[in-house]
Structures are given as structure tokens and as C-alpha cells.
């Protein structure tokens, strides 16, 4: 018996109904739920409330709405912390994300904080780019009544750290609002930061809500999903099943096809997640800190509440491929070396970004020599941060087991070897050997749960996730069709999981392929030269209800994209490019254009 066969809904309505949820997600069906069972009890009959019914809640308790934008997880795991710490407090609290939350509430709001992340050049989360364009924009209200805390998240690796979230602060002050806390700039490591001002924003809202009401519960605008045992805190030690390199011996790329055991652990992933890994640094790597700076690996260091040799930090617990901002104005000043201090300057921004870009740490200690204690070097030095890599498998096909495709960062600086931190960790681990890993969810890139069809577009390893939504959508007989555009330098040596695209293709589990291999011709083409290409047929697919997926390179590849699909959207849908870029934002909104981008 189907669902429309018990609907209590006139058949002619059913279709109504169809077309209104449309491309909604959770979130919002959620609200809407909600909506039509208040609606319900305002037509229920006098003298029959009715049993679906929730209990009122006074209009004039105060409550605190925390709204956050979130690319990664990590704004919105913030978030719903404080939402969880101020329900505990018994204040009445709502968790929102940003593409759920209606323009019309920002001149009924009291009380907010925003937790919102940064992406690359400075981009904000693909679900808070409505958010953002709309408080820039002269539609935003004066905003007098309302006050107001941010809490920006970046990776100080980028020139512009946390621009998103400073925007937003200085935005809402200019439309009349009340700050109560400096906006916080919590770097990948969120504990240092966001941690201490989530303690001071709970403790303003207690202030704030001076209320008697009894205690409150949290309501939160999304599923709620039962904590796992194993976590980012907590990860799980997985063995290494096969660890295979699957660019061919001429490709300049390292690139490995890598499966992990999950047996014995509980975790459960859907494609499109992201598989954190721990990583531990190279022992040359830190070899040659030590040995360029003087110090003595088995120094015993203390910071805070943990005490470990500096070996072990500098292996475990911080940074070192990676230049931060602080640790490079940290370093100018105690060289005294005044170039170095002029690339600090607004003026010097894409010098300072190119420069980060190939140094790392090693790099700028012996350019650049200063005095370093092991314990200021400690302090200076931005804490170790797990990698998160797309998922490359799905679970309903692999079962106990997680797959990635990872590219192993391998260059030369001046002769001298240099590596990434995960990449090289992964690379050189046998099989057999553990490796600690937790699940990030990556809501706003799962499959859709119906059968459209889905334009997969992405470049190197960000063919990755591609991987588990055919394995998932042909394990289930979706009906959908799937498009891939895929682009890598060579056909013959990075045509990564080849074999399998043409095994797809050949049982039509892949429906289509484009294929843009930049070096093998004079001229170089890219994933969106083949769009262009395909123009009208990507606009009619899209146009038709597909959803459009783009995993790869941020700065580069989705932004080339992204210019392309405008230009396919003024041309093959009749717009400007106004139009268009508008056309395609709606897209972002309703969930039907999502971007894994890194």
C-alpha cells in the first residue's frame, strides 16, 4: 500500500502538496511541519484541541537564537554546544542554520549570536551566501532592538582569516545593532578561542535572559543525530586494508586509493561525508626544527593542563607545514628583520599569500633566524588540526570499510624535500597499521532522496565522493541519471578509477562522462571549458531538476566553475548575467547546488 494511498488529502490536492515540498530540505520541512500543525489548531473545532497540538509557549519569554553557517561542521558543532549549554541554563534557545532562518526575523529578533565560518578567499559557507548578501545589502532593516555576538571560524593559513565573520560583525553594528562581545576568531584550532568565548557569550545570555521561566529545551532546526562513541575528540584507531597508488609511473601526482577497516566500531557514514584523519608529523620534519633552531627534543614543556617533551608536541600537537599569520608576526618580531615585517602590511597581501603558499615552517626558521625557547615556540606555534578528506565509497556497498582517494603532497623548495602533514602520514603507513579517524557529516552534500538526476562535476582527487554516489544510487536502483565531468593533467597516467567509470558506463550506472585532460593538447582544458561545451544540455538538466555537485580545488577549479555556469545559465536560459547568478543562488538555497571545496 503506497503513502498516497492513505492520505486523508483529496487526490486533486496530492499534487498541490508534491510540488510545494519540491527540492526543500529537512530543515525547512521540519518548520513546515510545525507551521501547518499551529495552523491545524487554529481551524480545530472549539472545545477539541487537538492531540497533535504542541503546548504554547509565551510570546513574551525571551529566547536566544543561535544562527550559524557552516561549510565543514565545525560552526555548526559549535553551535548547537552553546545551544545544549544554554538550554542547561534553562534559558529558552534555537539553533538555526543560516539558509533556514527567514529575512523577515532579523527586525523580531532580541537576541543572536552567529557562528559562522570563512572559506578560501574569503567565501562564506555555501548555506549562509543569502544570509550574507542579504545584510549587505540595502534590503537589510535597521536592526536597533536587536543584540548580538560573532564568532567567525578560518584557518589563519589564508590572508583574509575570518573575513566572513568580521564582515558580518561590523555589518550588524552599522545597522544600529548592540555587540555584546568582541567578535571571536577561532583558527582551525577551536579550542583556544572558541571555547573561552562560547563560556563569555553563555554568561551574557544568562544576563541578557533574566527570566523565572521554568527550564528550557533547545530546539534545534535539523534531525537530531545520536553522538557516535568514536568522534574527533575521540577518534577511532581503523587499520589500513590497502594502501595503492593509482596515477601511473610518468604522472608528476602521488595520488593513493586508500580502504580502512571500521569493523568493531559503529561508524556510519553516507556519501558524501568526510573522513577525519589525526596525523602525526614526519620525525625528519621535526628533526630538522630541532636541529635548525638549537633545542632539545626531550625538553619538558607545559601548556595548561598538558606536559609533554617537545619531541612529542612538536609531533603531535602542532603545526608545522603549514604557516599561520600569528606564528609569522610572532617570528618577524623576534628577528627584528624588517622586510619580513613589511609583508605583514595590507599593500603586501598577495605576496605574503604566494609566499604561504610554498613555505612552511622549516622554511621561515632558517631564512629568517630568531631565538626560540622550546616553551615560547610551543605557545607560538598553531595546535595540530585533524585533515578531513571527501569519502570515497559507500557504506551500503563496502560495509565495516571507508575509502578515500588522497593526494600525497610531495614537492621540492630549493632542492630540499617538502610534504603535507595527513598526506605523507597516510602515504607511508603500511597495511595493517592503525590510523586514527572519526566521521564528519556533510549534510549539505548528500544524494537527493528521490530520483533526479545528479551533474557531478570535479578535478583530481575531487572525483572522490563521485565515487560512493554511483556505488550508493546503483545500489539502491535510483532512477536518476549521473553525469560526471571529470578533469585531471593526463589521460594516460591521472585518469583516476578509469577502469571503473568505463564498468559504469558500460551497465549504466554512469550515464554520461566528460573528460578534460589540460595537458595532453596544446591548449589547456579544464573541467569548465567542457561545460561550456555541453552548455545547453547542462542547462536543461539543471533546468529539469537535477542537482549539481562540484568537489575540488576552492580558489581555482569552483570558482572557473562557477563563472562557467553562469555564463551557460544568461546564455541557454535567456537571462543577464544578473539573472543568472541569481537563478543559480536559489540553487544553492534549495540544496540543489552544493560544493565540497577545499
Known amino acids: 500500500m503506497t503513502a498516497a494511498t492513505l492520505s486523508p488529502l483529496p487526490e486533486d490536492k496530492q499534487p498541490l502538496v508534491a510540488r510545494l515540498i519540491d527540492g526543500l530540505e529537512a530543515p525547512t520541512l521540519l518548520?513546515?511541519?510545525?507551521?501547518?500543525?499551529?495552523?491545524?489548531?487554529?481551524?480545530?473545532?472549539?472545545?477539541?484541541?487537538?492531540?497533535?497540538?504542541?503546548?504554547?509557549?509565551?510570546?513574551?519569554?525571551?529566547?536566544?537564537?543561535?544562527?550559524?553557517?557552516?561549510?565543514?561542521?565545525?560552526?555548526?558543532?559549535?553551535?548547537?554546544?552553546?545551544?545544549?549549554?544554554?538550554?542547561?541554563?534553562?534559558?529558552?534557545?534555537?539553533?538555526?542554520?543560516?539558509?533556514?532562518?527567514?529575512?523577515?526575523?532579523?527586525?523580531?529578533?532580541?537576541?543572536?549570536?552567529?557562528?559562522?565560518?570563512?572559506?578560501?578567499?574569503?567565501?562564506?559557507?555555501?548555506?549562509?551566501?543569502?544570509?550574507?548578501?542579504?545584510?549587505?545589502?540595502?534590503?537589510?532593516?535597521?536592526?536597533?532592538?536587536?543584540?548580538?555576538?560573532?564568532?567567525?571560524?578560518?584557518?589563519?593559513?589564508?590572508?583574509?582569516?575570518?573575513?566572513?565573520?568580521?564582515?558580518?560583525?561590523e555589518r550588524l553594528a552599522a545597522l544600529g545593532a548592540q555587540r555584546l562581545l568582541p567578535a571571536g576568531e577561532a583558527d582551525v584550532d577551536l579550542e583556544t578561542v572558541a571555547h573561552p568565548w562560547l563560556e563569555q557569550a553563555l554568561q551574557q545570555a544568562r544576563e541578557q535572559l533574566k527570566t523565572s521561566a521554568p527550564l528550557a529545551k533547545v530546539t534545534t532546526l535539523r534531525t537530531a543525530r545520536i553522538a557516535p562513541v568514536w568522534h574527533r575528540e575521540q577518534p577511532f584507531q581503523a587499520p589500513l586494508l590497502l594502501n595503492q597508488r593509482?596515477?601511473?609511473?610518468?604522472?608528476?601526482r602521488d595520488v593513493r586509493h586508500l580502504e580502512f577497516s571500521l569493523d568493531g566500531s559503529g561508524l556510519h557514514y553516507a556519501p558524501g561525508d568526510a573522513l577525519g584523519v589525526w596525523p602525526t608529523q614526519s620525525p625528519a620534519l621535526v628533526d630538522a626544527v630541532l636541529n635548525t633552531l638549537k633545542l632539545d627534543g626531550d625538553t619538558t614543556v607545559r601548556v595548561g593542563s598538558e606536559e609533554h617533551a617537545l619531541r612529542t608536541w612538536l609531533s603531535k600537537h602542532r603545526e608545522l607545514t603549514q604557516l599561520t599569520r600569528p606564528f609569522f608576526a610572532a617570528h618577524a618580531e623576534r628577528s627584528g628583520d624588517a622586510p619580513l615585517r613589511e609583508l605583514l602590511a595590507p599593500a603586501a597581501r598577495d605576496t605574503l599569500a604566494d609566499l604561504f603558499s610554498r613555505w612552511q615552517v622549516l622554511d621561515l626558521l632558517r631564512r629568517h633566524p630568531a631565538e626560540?625557547?622550546?616553551?615560547?615556540?610551543?605557545?607560538?606555534?598553531?595546535?595540530?588540526?585533524?585533515?578531513?578528506?571527501?569519502?570515497?565509497?559507500?557504506?551500503?556497498?563496502?560495509?565495516?570499510?571507508?575509502?578515500?582517494?588522497?593526494?600525497?603532497?610531495?614537492?621540492?623548495?630549493?632542492g630540499e624535500a617538502r610534504w603535507g602533514a595527513a598526506s605523507r602520514f597516510?602515504?607511508?603507513?603500511?597495511?595493517?597499521?592503525?590510523?586514527?579517524?572519526?566521521?564528519?557529516a556533510n549534510e549539505r552534500f548528500h544524494l537527493p532522496a528521490d530520483d533526479r538526476d545528479i551533474l557531478m562535476i570535479g578535478a583530481g582527487t575531487g572525483v572522490a565522493p563521485y565515487r560512493a554516489f554511483v556505488q550508493e544510487r546503483a545500489e539502491r536502483g535510483a532512477g536518476g541519471r549521473n553525469w560526471l565531468v571529470f578533469g585531471n593533467p593526463h589521460f594516460h597516467s591521472d585518469f583516476l578509477y578509469q577502469v571503473e567509470w568505463q564498468a559504469a558506463l558500460k551497465s549504466g550506472q554512469l550515464h554520461r562522462i566528460d573528460l578534460a585532460f589540460s595537458r595532453d593538447q596544446a591548449e589547456k582544458r579544464y573541467v569548465q571549458h567542457r561545460l561550456i561545451e555541453q552548455g545547453r544540455?547542462?542547462?536543461?538538466?539543471?533546468?529539469?531538476?537535477?542537482?549539481?555537485?562540484?568537489?575540488?580545488?576552492?580558489?581555482?577549479?569552483?570558482?572557473?566553475?562557477?563563472?562557467?555556469?553562469?555564463?551557460?545559465?544568461?546564455?541557454?536560459?535567456?537571462?543577464?548575467?544578473?539573472?543568472?547568478?541569481a537563478w543559480l543562488s536559489q540553487l544553492i538555497q534549495r540544496g540543489r547546488y552544493a560544493r565540497d571545496v577545499y
Open 246 to 252: 593509482i596515477t601511473g609511473r610518468d604522472s608528476d
Open 537 to 581: 544540455r547542462v542547462y536543461e538538466w539543471l533546468d529539469g531538476g537535477a542537482h549539481l555537485y562540484v568537489c575540488g580545488d576552492a580558489n581555482r577549479m569552483a570558482k572557473d566553475v562557477h563563472k562557467a555556469l553562469v555564463a551557460i545559465v544568461a546564455e541557454h536560459g535567456a537571462r543577464s548575467a544578473e539573472d543568472a547568478e
Open 372 to 414: 626560540w625557547t622550546a616553551e615560547t615556540l610551543v605557545a607560538a606555534l598553531r595546535p595540530l588540526a585533524p585533515r578531513l578528506y571527501s569519502i570515497a565509497s559507500a557504506q551500503s556497498v563496502v560495509g565495516d570499510e571507508v575509502h578515500l582517494t588522497v593526494s600525497h603532497v610531495d614537492y621540492a623548495l630549493d
Open 31 to 169: 518548520w513546515l511541519s510545525g507551521y501547518l500543525a499551529g495552523v491545524a489548531g487554529q481551524r480545530q473545532p472549539s472545545g477539541k484541541p487537538s492531540a497533535a497540538e504542541p503546548a504554547a509557549v509565551p510570546e513574551a519569554q525571551p529566547r536566544l537564537t543561535v544562527l550559524y553557517g557552516s561549510q565543514t561542521g565545525n560552526a555548526k558543532r559549535l553551535a548547537e554546544d552553546l545551544g545544549r549549554r544554554a538550554s542547561a541554563a534553562g534559558l529558552a534557545v534555537r539553533v538555526v542554520r543560516a539558509d533556514a532562518y527567514a529575512a523577515r526575523e532579523w527586525k523580531q529578533e532580541r537576541l543572536l549570536y552567529l557562528v559562522i565560518s570563512t572559506q578560501g578567499d574569503a567565501e562564506p559557507p555555501d548555506d549562509s551566501r543569502a544570509l550574507v548578501e542579504f545584510l549587505s545589502s540595502a534590503r537589510a532593516p535597521k536592526l536597533e532592538s536587536l543584540r548580538y555576538a560573532v564568532l567567525g571560524l578560518g584557518d589563519s593559513s589564508y590572508p583574509n582569516f575570518c573575513a566572513i565573520g568580521r564582515q558580518l560583525d
Open 426 to 440: 597516510l602515504a607511508q603507513h603500511a597495511e595493517g597499521e592503525n590510523v586514527p579517524v572519526f566521521i564528519e
